[in-house]
């Protein structure tokens, strides 16, 4: 079983925004996270996107 997520889908969200103008290193210094804390934000927010696209596609929405 996977490890629980300590944060909310919306923090994830900022987060993610930040790296995409910035970098993993710059943002968790920023918030005080670990690189690998940002970047399973990345992948979350990603595969949560993902998800979305295909449930869309799926009902033809």
């Known amino acids: 079983m996977g490890d629980r997520r300590s944060y909310t889908d919306r923090y994830a969200e900022r987060v993610v925004e930040q ?3 910035s970098d993993n ?7 005080g996270l670990s690189e ?3 970047w399973s934000m990345v992948e979350y927010v ?4 993902r998800y979305r696209r295909e449930s869309v596609t799926a009902f033809g929405h």
């Open 36 to 38: 690998d804390i940002v």
């Open 46 to 49: 990603g595969e949560k996107s």
């Open 19 to 21: 790296v995409i103008h």
């Open 25 to 31: 290193a710059n943002v968790a210094r920023h918030q």
